[in-house]
């Protein structure tokens, strides 16, 4: 089993072994993701729609592992190596290492889809000079030649984030939240998870997904571990709870007391199908107030100290900016928020406008067909 540092090494290796001899070939795309097994969000649609293309000279390769600390192996990571130096495009969603640790072909186009909507806190480069952010010369989030936001309004934050030029960051909509926008997919999804789940169909329900605390994966801790939502459930009779930590946090034991309609849901992918089987969304500084405001869920902000988060991780404008629901920070406000979750349309609209305006569907068919396929010499 190989460690991080010793894969990281072997690519490198490997990769410029290979690099005198081969070069990118017309129509072999690279998709690569170090967030899961398999594929999935931005990746997934891609791939399905990339699927539908009658190309012959059209080549996928997909490397996948479910962390960063997961171990890839000698095989995968010399593979690894040789599609990223034979690709003519490479399509991540996040964040892949060994492919920002390398000088790639200046013939191949390396693809940022990165996985959220709109530009809550703050991500990349944009993180420089506070605690946790990239230090000098650091290389992550570096040599993307193109990057999809959700707007028009945020491509000038997210430039910031990959130090690219704000001219190669397009507003395409995000390939994910598609289905948002198909009401049989969200009432059908909302049927089937409170089927799954044994939820009454007239009970309302509240989501909470907070992000994670810390600088990164390796130092997260649960946002909201203060609160006991065994209390919040008994004081909503006859509500369901469900929480959905960040995936960082994975594996830390609940802090709050065991509750029938309590249910912890952080082991399951499908926050999209779990939020279209909500009724409230309740979240702190995370980026799935955007996800929420796509499918019309009214959003609750557990707000215990913004000032403290703000100064430490940093948000892209104003944290006002963002908050169109009431704001909690115990039990008991929490209980009173979530009984009359209202909007304040004004801030809602602005927000919308800023952030998801160019989602509205078809953002999967903008990805392909204006910027993967293209990139990779198809359909030119």
């Known amino acids: 089993m190989f460690s991080m540092a010793l894969s990281l090494g072997l690519f490198i290796v490997a990769y410029r072994a290979i690099s005198p001899f081969a ?98 806190k703050k991500v990349g480069f944009a993180r420089a000079g506070l605690p946790g952010g990239p230090r000098k010369g650091s290389t992550v989030h570096r040599g993307y030649t193109t990057a999809i936001v959700s707007a028009e309004g945020v491509r000038e934050p997210y430039a910031t984030a990959f130090a690219m030029p704000v001219e190669n960051v397009k507003a395409t909509g995000i390939p994910k939240t598609d289905r948002l926008f198909d009401a049989f997919w969200v009432s059908d999804s909302r049927a089937s998870v409170r089927l799954e789940l044994g939820i009454p169909s007239d009970a309302r329900v509240t989501l909470v997904a907070t992000t994670f605390h810390g600088h990164g994966q390796p130092t997260a801790t649960v946002g909201a571990d203060h609160i006991d939502w065994s209390v919040v459930a008994d004081g909503l009779p006859g509500d369901f709870i469900l929480v959905k930590n960040h995936p960082f946090t994975r594996g830390i034991a609940p802090t709050y007391s065991p509750h029938a309609r309590v249910i912890d849901v952080t082991e399951r992918d499908d926050i999209d199908e779990i939020m279209a089987a909500s009724d409230v969304v309740v979240t702190d500084f995370s980026s799935v107030i955007f996800d929420a405001a796509m499918l019309g869920k009214p959003v609750v902000y557990l707000f215990d100290d913004t000032m403290r988060y703000e100064a430490s991780r940093g948000f892209f404008f104003e944290a006002a900016s963002y908050v169109w629901g009431p704001t909690a920070s115990d039990e008991k406000s929490l209980i009173v928020a979530i009984t009359r979750p209202t909007i304040n349309r004004a801030v809602f609209d602005a927000s919308y406008e800023r952030h998801l305006a160019a989602c509205d569907g078809h953002a999967t068919e903008r990805v392909v067909h204006d910027i993967v396929l293209p990139a990779a010499g198809i359909g030119r």
């Open 23 to 120: 070069g990118p070939r017309r129509g072999r795309i690279l998709f690569a993701t170090d967030a899961a097994p398999a594929p999935r969000g931005n990746l997934a649609c891609v791939l399905e729609e990339i699927a539908k293309i009658d190309a012959n000279d059209l080549d996928v390769y997909i490397s996948a592992r479910k962390s960063l600390w997961a171990a890839r192996g000698l095989g995968k990571t010399v593979r690894l190596a040789y599609r990223a130096r034979t690709s003519s495009a490479i399509v991540i969603d996040d964040y892949v290492p060994e492919l920002n640790m390398v000088r790639l072909h200046p013939e191949t186009a390396f693809i940022q889809l990165w996985h959220a909507s709109g530009a809550f």
